[in-house]
């Protein structure tokens, strides 16, 4: 494999690895929105659950 | 306990041991022993995070206060999803991007090695206490409940937690405490079956869910009357959701116990998927361990019970002994037992009196009447197991101030669960709290070695260097823990540490996010901060325990009460505050300079 044959590679490998980086932080920030959801979530299912049982 | 649950109980521990050493054969560099190597999947590492966090006494106490109280301690747990997301967008990608072994190495980056130091300093005392203090916590009860030797369950998990601890390092760390959190699920689990399982066919699940939240066991959602209910009881929506809020960001992003159990991601997207686990998953824990102890309560609802869980060894005693004050004391015992044995009877029969009304679709007025007696009952119930309580102390029996209601979930364990499933649940306990107890050895040894060792030292560190250094440290600081947890006995110091958290944890976040949202505040301005919060939180603490002294400097009639989860807040708000107010005394800097590459210091 010659240098720029080498070369051509890393570069692949870089913007792979970039691509990939996009897109994990893109799915973490998927994930952090719906943990927030799911703390607002859990606040009224304890909620409704508290006053279903409440005498 | 029968041999055969004390079998599953050692076969447990041995795998443990052999699993987290032959992790030391995967350490070839200072990366693999301080961050595994920095090739941790999110799932094991957020299994970690949560075993780190949930200590045995966790699982006795948290099921003990779902026995007694009710559910409203969950509200201490409202704010994690929160915490949490805050935590992915800050603290955990600055961390991850700067190559560092310690959250403190950051701090030196960003403001200067006085400050490392000294949040470094600050991790290391409040920390090391708490290894005693979470090693000699569940050793009483299972001394007590379970009849190991104290000896025994000190001395075997801090011995092995530094064995395998020492070996393995924080890949040996993580992948035991995944396993050991995977037991306690699974414990947790079990009891939970057993005691639905064994209800009454006419009472079932929901009928348990009725009357528990007729006694008022249900409380999960409370709103405080006022702002001085709100500052002065723990479990309401305020103190959990904002008093909360920042201790639970203080324990997570400034704590290195936490902090290095999720740099071992092989990527930001690793170690933040790790916290958000926590995120969706700890307070439907923290819910399923309450409703265990709710469900222990109504289990002993309908089947026979001690008056308190302490009888049989208080009658033991008593039998022992033959001078005239024992003679009284087993009198007192007798009525004791006679008048809970009828108080039993009756609260059985306003629980069906309650059932019958709810199958008969009785109106709200003829179910309150009903859901009244039947907490009178308990109020009287509470009573004498108060009683029973000082029948315990008369005696000179150990431990004589523990709750009566840490022993529910030992009692339940071990008179009511069958034979295998009381040695999963006994394993269950023994994982909790060495779970607890690896994490702070292995960020101990790492923080005492990267910030305050390395830094004395006239040459830097070679690789092998610092691995054996955090070795030899780790031994330390594995043997001082157990060590300590032999000579904490009584004394108020497991209520210091619990405070002591508190006290640092919102002052040593704000210098992070101080750091970060401030640019111009730099050099010692961070160790100042740091300093000033952690002052004024000791103060504030010593002034809200001091009502004499509130009313002699501010001539109040009501001294106010402030719960330690609002310390957090304060400490925060301080070093911020400090922090803004002398950096504007700072000359100004184009961005770029005032924030440096926290790589500079990642060695």
Redesign the interface.
Known sequence: MDDSQQAGRDSRDEAAEAVE?VA??S??RH??VR??V??VL??VL??W??????? | MRTFDLLVLVAFLVYIVWDGVRRGGEVKNAKDYLLAGRRMRWWAMGLSVMATQASAITLISTTGQGFATGMKF?HFY?A???A??VL??TVVPWFHRAGIYTAYQWLETRFDRSTRVLASLVFLFSRALAVGAVLYAPSIVLSIGVGIPQWLSITVMGLLCTLYTTVGGATAVITTDAKQMLVMFAGIFACLGVAWWRLPDDVGVSGL??L???AGK?????LPADAREALSDPYNLFSGLLGGFFLFLGYFGADQEQVQRYLAGS???QS??SL?MS??AK??MQFVILLLGVSIWGYFTYRPAPAFFREEELAKALERRTDPEAAALRERFAVLRTDYAARVEQRRARAGELLAAERADADAAA??A??VALRAEEAELAKLRSAGQALVAEAGLPQPKKNDQDFAFTHFLVHEMPIGLAGLVLAAIFAAAMSSVVAPINSLATSSVVDVVALLRRRPMEASELVRSTRWATVFWGLLGTGAAFFIGDRPIIEQVNRIGSVVYGSMFGVFILGRLVTRARGNVGAISLASGLLVVLAVQHLVTNPELQTQLFRIEQPLKIEFMWFNLIGFAVVMGVGWLLSLFAPRLPPAAAVAAPSAAAR
């Open positions: 980086e994990g932080e799915r973490g994930l952090m943990a927030l799911w703390g859990t606040l304890l909620w659950f508290e006053r279903s049982y409440r005498y | 969950l409202l994690i999803p929160f949490m997301v992915c967008s869910l009725q528990a939240g007729a249900l409380d999960t959602f409370h990527s930001v997207e933040k998927k958000l995120a969706f307070v439907p179910l309150s009903r859901a």
